[in-house]
């Protein structure tokens, strides 16, 4: 497809399981970002990549959360320890090397700890 | 901090009518701004982009930015029910930065 392809739509864990979050950004695009958004917010940046290297991780709420692109396509967000704070959707985003572009989102994961 | 400011809403217009959302920002290096509509349940969907003061037109939307006042806008003409969402307001301040997002403002478009 053309967008930004995420998966799982839908998650369920109980507290304490460790999950992942995959993220197929647009062909061609050199950036990915993660954002967490809760229930009638905005979303909220955790972490950005260029090509395969995390240049900003400063959003990821706690060490529970980690992400990462090793080949500078694909990404995962992994959350290990999940609490019942860490529901809320993933959104991943990709957007075309150089400064300003937009961020095209995909339809993000929505995350649901028991 | 920077923060982006945005009227909660809902804004409830009728059918055919002009929409004004509105946005305030803190961060005065900024230097591009996006609007994205997003249905319930749904991902944030680009609709416009505005990188300089003035204003830009596309269809039925137009964005109007002014930089001085730290002020970027989002005026949806001849709006229809089809356009009630929320819409969310992003700013970023150049380079390879994350955007800021708004709380966003429901929009109501009532037949």
């Not at chain 2, 961060?27 to 300089?52: C, N, T």
Request: charged content about 20%; glycine content about 8%.
């Amino acid at each position: 497809g053309a967008g930004v392809s995420q998966s799982p739509r839908y998650k369920v864990a109980k507290r304490g399981q460790d999950v992942a979050l995959r993220c197929d950004p647009i062909s061609g695009h050199v950036s990915l970002f993660w954002y967490q958004q809760a229930l009638g917010q905005g979303p909220e940046f955790l972490t950005y990549f260029q090509n395969e290297a995390q240049l900003d991780k400063s959003g990821l709420p706690s060490d529970r959360f980690f992400a990462e692109r090793p080949e500078g396509s694909v990404s995962t967000l992994k959350i290990q320890r999940t609490q019942q704070e860490d529901s809320a959707v993933y959104l991943c985003a990709s957007s075309r090397e150089g400064s300003n572009q937009p961020q095209h989102f995909g339809d993000g994961t929505r995350l649901s700890i028991l | 901090q920077k923060e982006v400011e945005q009227n909660s809403g809902p804004l409830s217009v009728p059918e055919g009518a002009i929409a004004s959302l509105n946005c305030t920002y803190s961060d005065r290096v900024s230097q591009s701004f996006f609007w994205y509509r997003q249905y319930s349940g749904k991902s944030p969907e680009l609709i416009m982009s505005i990188y300089s003061n003035g204003d830009k037109e596309d269809g039925r939307f137009t964005a109007q930015l002014n930089k001085a006042s730290q002020y970027v806008s989002l005026l949806i003409r001849d709006s229809q029910p089809s356009d009630s969402a929320t819409y969310l307001c992003a700013v970023n301040d150049g380079g390879y930065s994350t955007l800021t997002f708004g709380k966003g403002t429901m929009l109501l478009v009532s037949p």
